[in-house]
């Protein structure tokens, strides 16, 4: 049953749902931002389009890779051809400057009482400005390698070594000597994105998580919004459906769901405003 959700999708009501979420927000104690890839598509951050097939040009003739998230699967016969692709799927998303969309968003909650929990992995809210106390990378960071195997907890600073893949690339492939191996075992090594049971949850991601859920705990007795921005089905139970479940229970919390597509509820709560339309145009 989704009849008590406000959801909208024309422009005449969509100005008023936008003017009654900024109204929430505005009054809000807290606010807890949950951010999928939808935030940073709308950021321009896009994983196909021009700038991919213009950056991948010879990756997409010689493999037919289509977009940069299928290019992550696809099966390399070596580890050059591996790293060559990574290297330059990580300069590309990760290693460029902020985008104004994510400065936006950090204006709008700055002076507020915050927290942020995503999915991606782009090291935007960082770059924006946004307190890395009250940020939550679940998944994983691009701008660091790992064990492949998670057979110890830290984590590499990658940049200089992308930088250099990157240069060093010819015909889809880097010098072997570029191959990044694991100093403890000698196996190779993994981009830190959450992938199979191997991920890296070091020090860091369990302090940032521990701090998520204190702060979950603080906010559920005052007036808080739950912003949830670009947040599909991929992965619904990191973000989406407690989200929804908190919306439900917590007696002064309303959730403003923004998306231009998946913005039904599994629940049915009249505290729920879900605008179906692009991120960059409501911010």
């Known amino acids: 049953m989704f009849s008590k959700i406000k959801t909208v999708t024309s422009t005449t009501d969509c100005s008023r749902q936008i003017a009654e979420a900024r109204e929430l927000i505005a009054s809000a104690e807290c606010i807890i931002i949950g951010a999928g890839a939808g935030l940073s598509t709308a950021a321009g951050l896009r994983y196909d389009g021009p700038d991919f097939e213009h950056r991948f040009a010879d990756f997409i003739q010689k493999y037919g890779i289509s977009d940069l998230y299928s290019s992550s699967f696809y099966p390399f016969q070596t580890e050059e051809e591996y790293w060559a692709c990574w290297a330059r799927h990580i300069d590309f998303i990760r290693f460029r400057n902020v985008a104004p969309l994510y400065q936006q968003l950090f204006k709008l909650v700055n ?17 924006a400005g946004f307190d890395e106390e009250r940020l939550f990378e679940v998944q994983g960071d691009y701008a660091y390698l790992q064990c492949a195997k998670g057979c110890h907890n830290t984590l590499y600073d990658n940049e200089e070594l992308v930088k250099r893949m990157v240069n060093a690339t010819e015909d889809c492939r880097i010098p072997s000597s570029l191959v990044p191996h694991c100093p ?17 949850e070091d020090e860091n991601w369990q302090a940032a998580s521990e701090r998520y859920y204190q702060f979950l705990e603080y906010a559920r007795e005052r007036r808080t919004v739950l912003l949830e921005l670009g947040v599909g089905f991929n992965t619904p139970s990191i973000i989406r459906f407690p989200f929804e479940r908190m919306a439900a229970a917590w007696k002064d919390t309303h959730l403003v769901r923004i998306n ?8 049915d709560n009249s505290r729920t405003i879900a605008i179906r339309k692009d991120i960059s145009e409501v911010l």
């Open 111 to 127: 002076q507020k009482d915050y927290f942020v929990i995503t999915t991606n992995v782009d090291g935007q809210f960082r770059k």
């Open 184 to 200: 403890i075992d000698g196996e190779k090594m993994a981009v830190h994105v959450r992938c199979d049971e191997y991920f890296v």
């Open 260 to 267: 231009q597509e998946n913005t039904q509820s599994m629940l």
